[in-house]
Structure formats: structure tokens, C-alpha cells
């Protein structure tokens, strides 16, 4: 397979709003093609997230006690052909599984390299963890603070992380509980200028394309704007705004997990 469910942008506020735990915002960026399920409550498992309905799995989710997974690609190159397990299993396993964030980042880390190259996130009640396996095959803690990545290295400073992190910064010091700036940073169409581009080993087109939060194109876009909010007590909520080509919105869901 060409494609796997995953994320292209994610920030994430852990450990230090008032209010929240977390606050993760994310874009899944995907041929508009590709069928999708709407976020929901998945009938099989205790999952809120959007599915892919090609591969399985999905790229962002909540699950019970206010769990968190999201998963991004990581791009070196054109995209290749893949026949191994999808990187939208990740989340899902995460998400309906027992334990704790570090251990199943370093149980994923044993078998990263089954996989097209990842960036994964989890968040537990108490601990976040980060997995990759490209460049370096390695497993971690994420220490309380505001993080984002895309399809690079975790936190690396590309334009559109850099400024998603700098928005979600700003807001979680406030404490404000008002998402409208968060929605505003998701939907920034602004192109980053050339001297700031990462160098991924796609054409300088695409990579200018590409360096907008928001992707606006007539195949390939941004499929989905993505809000997740746990509070302390683990109750989460988490809200899906779904585009279509050329950007065009196709509605909102928004559902609510109680711990």
C-alpha cells in the first residue's frame, strides 16, 4: 500500500493548562479519495476517532481514562510502495490496551521497524511517551510541556510546528478556554518562505505545498481538523472539523468520553 492513516501536523499541551492535561490539535492531511469513516464511537472497541477504511486503525483518537494516541508519517522522499502493517494500528492498540504509555512506546520500539516510517505519541493519565523509527529507531518519556511535530523528527522547527506550538504556548499560559485560537492555527494557509523549508527529498513545489498547517488541494489536503481536551478527573472530549477538495468544509462532531 501506498498510504497509511496518520496525522501531518500535531501540537500538544501536556501537564501545564489549569484546566486540561492534555490539549492535543492536530491536521490529517490525505488523498481526499481515500475512504474514511467520521469520527465516532467505534462499535467493536472503546475508541472515539475518526477510521480508515482502507487500511483500519485511525491517526488521532481518545479512548478509556482519557488515553490519547496520534500517530504522524514521516516523509524522506516520494512517497514509496509498503506491504507491511499499517501505522494506523499503533494508536488503536494503544487505545484499547492496558498499559501505561512508556511501556507500550517501548514494546512498539522492539517491532518499529515492521512499519513505514512513524512518529507516535501516547498519553496515559500520568505519563506521555513518544516512539519513532526513522531516522533512529528509539522510545521516550515527554517531559510536561508544549510539543508539536509533523513529518520530521519529534519537534523538529519546521515553520508550521513552530508556530502551532508558539499559538498552543501562548494559550495554554492563559489558561484560556476558548479553542477559537486553536482552530485559527489549523486552519493557516500561509506558505512558509523557501529559506525555512525542510529539505525532505520531495520537489521544492510540494514541499512550499506543504508547509502550510492547512493543505488546500483538489486531491490531496487536509482531510480533517482535530481537538482533543482531557481534563484532570480523565474526561475527554474530542472535535472533528472533515474538508473536502479545495478545502471545502464538510461538517463537525463533537463526542465526549467520561473516564
Given at each position: 500500500m501506498r498510504h497509511n492513516p496518520a496525522m501531518c501536523l500535531v501540537g500538544f499541551a501536556w501537564k501545564i493548562h489549569p484546566l486540561w492535561r492534555l490539549v492535543m490539535a492536530g491536521?490529517?492531511?490525505e488523498?481526499?479519495?481515500r475512504p474514511?469513516?467520521?469520527l465516532a464511537a467505534w462499535a467493536d472497541v472503546p475508541v472515539l476517532a475518526g477510521r480508515d477504511l482502507r487500511s483500519g486503525g485511525t491517526w488521532m483518537g481518545l479512548g478509556p481514562d482519557g488515553r490519547v494516541a496520534v500517530v504522524t508519517?514521516?516523509?524522506d522522499g516520494p512517497p514509496a510502495t509498503f506491504d507491511g502493517p499499517s501505522r494506523g494500528d499503533l494508536p488503536s492498540r494503544f487505545l484499547t490496551g492496558g498499559a501505561s504509555a512508556p511501556d507500550c512506546a517501548s514494546g512498539i520500539a522492539h517491532r518499529a521497524a515492521q512499519y513505514a516510517p512513524f512518529n507516535l505519541v501516547l498519553a496515559d493519565a500520568d505519563r506521555c511517551a513518544y516512539v519513532g523509527n526513522h531516522p533512529l529507531q528509539a522510545a521516550?518519556?515527554?517531559a510536561p510541556g508544549v510539543h508539536a511535530l509533523s513529518n520530521?523528527?519529534?519537534d523538529a522547527p519546521w515553520p508550521k510546528t513552530r508556530?502551532?506550538?508558539a499559538v498552543l504556548q501562548d494559550w495554554a499560559e492563559s489558561g484560556s478556554t476558548a479553542l477559537d485560537p486553536l482552530w485559527a492555527a489549523l486552519a493557516d494557509t500561509r506558505i512558509a518562505p523557501d529559506d525555512s523549508l525542510p529539505r525532505t527529498g520531495i520537489p521544492l513545489a510540494m514541499e512550499r505545498h506543504l508547509s502550510s498547517a492547512f493543505v488546500r488541494g483538489e486531491t490531496y489536503g487536509t482531510r480533517a481538523s482535530t481537538l482533543v481536551l482531557v481534563d484532570q478527573n480523565g474526561r475527554g472530549t474530542i472535535i472533528e472539523r472533515r474538508f473536502g477538495p479545495g478545502g471545502a468544509f464538510l461538517g463537525e462532531t463533537t463526542l465526549e468520553s467520561h473516564g
Open positions: 491536521n490529517r492531511d488523498m481526499h479519495e474514511t469513516a467520521a508519517n514521516v516523509r521516550r518519556e515527554v520530521g523528527p519529534f508556530q502551532l506550538q
